[in-house]
T-cell receptor
């Protein structure tokens, strides 16, 4: 069975600073990996996804993520955060032939001036 | 785009009554729709997967007689919480997939419905 671990429950970053949110997955074959963002009381918005090919994936809002098979990781990065990036971030894993997504427990991002 | 709507956004109902939540894909046909439940400050828990015209597949531990799912068309799925109790209070989120090919694998999420049972 596939699983996702987001080790950081809450991260606080200064506006303008760089950001890295960690995600580790467990799956036997090549996973499909996703990052979603959720603002309070809202649904989830897809930031980026990895299916195959280039392991560095560019997403919306200036986010990127890198798939590292050797580390079973898919960390999300942004070079300079904005106050509007404050939200909950979820990493999710899927697999070919299995349409379900498994979500991590989420990382809450707080931005300070 | 791929827009998914949910209605209502908030609902308060009395214990013992039933409430229906609608999930619509507005600009695409959704071959598969998913229903999730999210508790405060927690992750999403998949409740069921529904395909148009067929019975929903429920996750282990989810009562199919309590959470009725109907996927009558390629753009509409409904979740009915029957005989609701306060413990059913939660944030319910639906999502939809455009197709079955791997390049349509991502799910597009609705804005969620906050259910409060009094």
């Amino acid at each position: 069975a596939q699983s996702v671990t987001q080790p950081d429950i809450h991260i606080t970053v200064s506006e303008g600073a760089s950001l890295e949110l960690r995600c580790n997955y467990s799956y036997g074959a090549t996973p499909y990996l996703f990052w979603y963002v959720q603002s309070p009381g809202q649904g989830l918005q897809l930031l980026l996804k990895y299916f195959s090919g280039d392991t560095l994936v560019q997403g919306i809002k200036g986010f990127e993520a890198e798939f590292k098979r050797s580390q079973s990781s898919f960390n999300l990065r942004k070079p300079s955060v904005h106050w509007s990036d404050a939200a909950e971030y979820f990493c999710a894993v899927g697999a070919q032939g299995n349409e379900k997504l498994t979500f991590g427990t989420g990382t809450r991002l707080t931005i300070i001036p | 785009g791929a827009v998914v709507s949910q209605h209502p956004s908030r609902v308060i109902c009395k214990s013992g009554t039933s409430v229906k939540i609608e999930c619509r894909s507005l600009d695409f046909q959704a071959t598969t729709m998913f229903w999730y439940r999210q508790f405060p400050k927690q992750s999403l828990m998949l409740m069921a997967t529904s395909n148009e015209g067929s019975k929903a597949t429920y996750e282990q531990g989810v009562e199919k007689d309590k959470f009725l799912i109907n996927h009558a068309s390629l753009t509409l799925s409904t979740l009915t919480v029957t005989s609701a109790h306060p413990e059913d209070s939660s944030f319910y989120i639906c999502s939809a997939r455009k197709g079955t090919a791997s390049d349509t694998y991502e799910q597009y999420f609705g804005p969620g419905t906050r259910l409060t049972v009094t």
